[in-house]
């Protein structure tokens, strides 16, 4: 659809998760783009009064540029179908079961995308014994940007089994997601939604200078390499791409999404296994999405833009069906 112009946006940014000052990077980086667009924006950094600052603003879209819980997790989303509002990225039960990791795997894996097995734990059984062979990966069940996540390796200084005492995401978190280490090479896809249906933009390789791709890694200047496009048998590189596509549209995304990989090299096809499908990727000045977007020909603005434009296709074909927005929300 076309957008009018101007439009007000209000853009939502910051909020109180650990991804905070990724959000606000995100939210400038939007709000600039609308200003140099023509658009009318409004900055709001979410606090608890986020219901009525956005009542007296009374913007034409919302851009969500919120990251982890609340803003990512179906909380906002659910109060901006009650205010009447469109808004940018997916919709309320969509983002409950995408940030829920164990969710997802129950809705992708019957889809056919592979995705490593495993268990949730608590904390007190991580004290008693390890819940997989080592190595393994521990990671909060719904938080995003790699927050709290660790690899628990036969030479990990955390006592076997793991010390109470030993520094990692057991003493943040009461429960945890357990899953066999892949070993290989870290790969994502983005989505973006456009009038003949989702796409895939490509598929990045992300190289990691020490450790992995955790939190620091991702933000911080440096640390990481993307290679874009990965340098990937072509097989390799479209099944990618399809399994982006479809856990897009398996768990009802709207927008963009990212779904991330690991792919053991040595395994072929049967190597590759999703890990995630992030509902509200970055929009920061090292984020994927609008990497991949710029070098596919979408300039960070015009990206920023046809996320406003789809977040108001979707509102409107809501409205024309008297509904809310979910999983089932394939507007």
Known sequence: MSLPKP?????LMGGWANERPVSLTSGAGVADALESKGHRVTRIDMGRDVALRLHEAKPDVVFNALHGVPGEDGTVQGMLDLMGLAYTHSGLATSVIAIDKQLTKQALVPHG?????????????????????????LKPVNEGSSVGVAIVTTESNVGNPISPDARGPWQEF????????????ELTAAVLDGPNGPRALGVTELVVANGFYDYENKYTAGRTEHIFPAKLPPEITALCEAYAVRAHQVLGCHGTSRTDFRWDDEAGEDGLFVLETNTQPGMTPLSLVPEQAARSGIPYADLVEMLVAEALRVHAAKQAKGGGNGTADQA
Not at 7 to 11: N, P, S
Not at 129 to 136: A, C, K, Q
Not at 174 to 185: M, V
Request: proline content about 14%; overall charge neutral.
């Open 174 to 185: 009461a429960e945890l997601l357990a899953e066999p280490f892949i070993k290989g090479r």
């Open 7 to 11: 439009l007000h946006v209000a853009v």
């Open 113 to 137: 995308i592979p995705m490593p097995g495993g268990r949730i734990v608590t904390r007190e059984e991580l004290y008693e014994r390890d819940p997989l062979p080592r190595p393994y990966v």
